[in-house]
């Protein structure tokens, strides 16, 4: 069965760190593209940050570029997401799933792709 599976989130106070872990079973994800996208109440989702699979490139919004950091084990299939100087802002459930990199800064998930089930990171004093 293919999956992906979020860990890592939680509650954390403004200016603390999270380090979430995206697990791939079912399926190689070194041969994939993975990216990170966050959706909060009532907003949009968003990008967050992408991995590329040959040469591994990474891309960031703009909103966490110096904060967070894409990193990916293929050796243990799983792709990290280390979110640094965390603010209120952050809060949203965090996604990953396979993506297609596009033009510039930008990556999106097709109808084929997979994703996971989300973990909730909330940053709160």
């Known amino acids: 069965q293919v999956q992906l599976v979020e860990s890592g989130g939680g509650l954390v106070q403004p200016g603390g760190s999270l380090r979430l872990s995206c697990a791939a079973s079912?399926?190689?994800?070194?041969?994939?593209?993975i990216g990170w996208f966050r959706q909060a109440p009532g907003k949009r989702r968003e990008g967050v940050s992408c991995?590329?699979?040959?040469?591994?490139?990474?891309y960031y919004a703009d909103s966490v570029k110096g904060r967070f950091t894409i990193s990916r084990d293929n050796a243990k299939n799983t792709v990290y997401l280390e979110m640094n100087s965390l603010n209120p802002e952050d809060t949203a459930v965090y996604y990953c799933?396979?993506?297609?990199?596009?033009?510039?800064?930008?990556?999106?998930?097709?109808?084929?792709?997979?994703w996971g089930q989300g973990t909730q990171v909330t940053v709160s004093s």
């Open positions: 079912g399926f190689t994800l070194g041969g994939y593209a």
């Open positions: 991995i590329s699979s040959s040469d591994g490139n990474t």
């Open positions: 799933a396979t993506v297609r990199i596009g033009h510039g800064n930008s990556w999106y998930a097709g109808p084929n792709d997979y």
